[in-house]
Structures are given as structure tokens and as C-alpha cells.
């Protein structure tokens, strides 16, 4: 069975640094997705970024960029110069493929950014 | 970018009424809606998959009698929380599959927070 594994629960950085939330997954089949979405304190999910298996390349989205490694099962996502407004939940998602692209969620990192 | 609407952002009911969510794409059409639960400082739970013009697919443990959902067009897709409890008070999320897009990434509703007394 799928399953994804965030085991930061809580990260600190500072303004303008960068930060890496780390996040492994577990799956049996070839093709499969892998989604960055952050959630503030106001609850809605924000999508942010997506690897597929296949890309060979790793995902970037401005600030964002996916450390994407097959071979460790991880994908990990990092912030760069983080701002105050990158505070919030992150969760790691993984879509189930050949099926109802069902997402299954990690238990997310909490990211305060500090002055 | 697509959006994903949410209504009500917040409801409160006394135990034993039923409550309605409503979940709407608002630039794009979505064939699969999905429902999701999230308890205080907890990660996203699937209860369902909802597809336009079909029953709704339960995740298993999701009483799909007390949780009925209706995707009636492709831009709008219910839950109803049917003689609500104090355990269903929760925060619930939709999204919406974009299915134009090749990643097919899902965008998320807003959330209703809905607190039963």
C-alpha cells in the first residue's frame, strides 16, 4: 500500500534563508505523482508544486524546487529566501495511479519563519 | 488560476439536523470532486471521490448513509452530513481535479468548518 512519511513535525528558519522539508514515500508501481501543497492557518489547501515518476528533471516553481531522488523514495521540497507569509502546514502528497487519482497525504511539517 | 469555491466557510447546527456543503468550480470542469475531513493538527483524510453524474465512491469506515454526496453537473458537487453528531464536527475540504491539466493536479475548496452542538 501507498504511504507517504513527513517526520518533521516542526521546522524554524530564518527569514531569507532556505529550508528543506523532508518527505519519503512507499509504493510498488513505476507511475506515480508526488504534490507539495501548503495549508495557513486560514485552512485552505494552496498547491504548490508537482514530480512526476517519470521526470527527469526536478520539479521548480519559483521559489520551490523538489529534491526529487527515485532511487530513496523521497521528494523532498525546498523553500528559498523564505518570507514571513511561508509560515504555515506543508503536506506531501502522493497520487495513487491507474485509479480515481486519489491523494494520499503525509502528516505535514509546520514552517515558522522568525525575523 | 483554477478556484475552487466553498459554502458555507463555517456553519454551526444542533445535533440531529442534517447540514449541507457545497463545492464549486468556478473556471474549469471537474469531472472527479473529492471530500476530505480534517481533524485539529491532523493531515487530510479522503472520504470520498465524487464524479459527475455517478454514485459516489466511500473510502472504507465512511458511512455513506450518514454522508451523501451528489455531483450533479461538472461544476458543482455536495456533501450533506445527515443527523450530525458532536463527533462529525470537523473541518471538511473538496477539491476539484482539474482534468485539462496533464499533472491533474486536484485544487482545493476554501474548507467549511462545521461544529455540531
Known amino acids: 500500500a501507498q504511504k507517504i512519511t513527513q517526520t518533521q513535525p516542526g521546522m524554524f528558519v530564518q527569514e531569507k534563508e532556505a529550508v528543506t522539508l523532508d518527505c519519503t514515500y512507499d509504493?510498488?508501481?513505476?507511475?506515480?505523482?508526488l504534490f507539495w501543497y501548503k495549508q495557513p492557518s486560514s485552512g485552505e489547501m494552496i498547491f504548490l508544486i508537482y514530480q512526476g515518476s517519470y521526470d527527469e528533471q526536478n520539479a521548480t516553481e519559483g521559489r520551490y524546487s523538489l529534491n526529487f531522488q527515485k532511487a530513496r523514495k523521497s521528494a523532498n521540497l525546498v523553500i528559498s529566501a523564505s518570507q514571513l507569509g511561508d509560515s504555515a502546514m506543508y503536506f506531501c502528497a502522493m497520487r495513487e495511479p491507474y485509479n480515481t487519482d486519489k491523494l494520499i497525504f503525509g502528516t505535514g511539517t509546520r514552517l515558522q519563519v522568525f525575523p | 488560476g483554477a478556484v475552487v469555491s466553498q459554502h458555507p466557510s463555517w456553519v454551526i447546527c444542533k445535533s440531529g439536523t442534517s447540514v449541507k456543503i457545497e463545492c464549486r468550480s468556478l473556471?474549469?470542469?471537474?469531472?472527479?470532486m473529492f471530500w476530505y475531513r480534517q481533524f485539529p493538527k491532523q493531515s487530510l483524510m479522503l472520504m470520498a471521490t465524487?464524479?459527475?453524474?455517478?454514485?459516489?465512491?466511500?473510502e472504507q469506515g465512511v458511512e455513506k448513509d450518514k454522508f451523501l454526496i451528489n455531483h450533479a453537473s461538472l461544476t458543482l458537487s455536495t456533501l450533506t452530513v445527515t443527523s450530525a453528531h458532536p463527533e462529525d464536527s470537523s473541518f471538511y475540504i473538496c477539491?476539484?481535479?482539474?482534468?485539462?491539466?496533464?499533472?491533474?493536479?486536484?485544487?482545493f475548496g476554501p474548507g467549511t468548518r462545521l461544529t455540531v452542538t
Open positions: 477539491s476539484a481535479r482539474d482534468g485539462a491539466s496533464f499533472a491533474g493536479e486536484q485544487y
Open positions: 473556471d474549469f470542469q471537474a469531472t472527479t
Open positions: 509504493t510498488s508501481d513505476q507511475s506515480y505523482g
Open positions: 465524487s464524479n459527475e453524474g455517478s454514485k459516489a465512491t466511500y
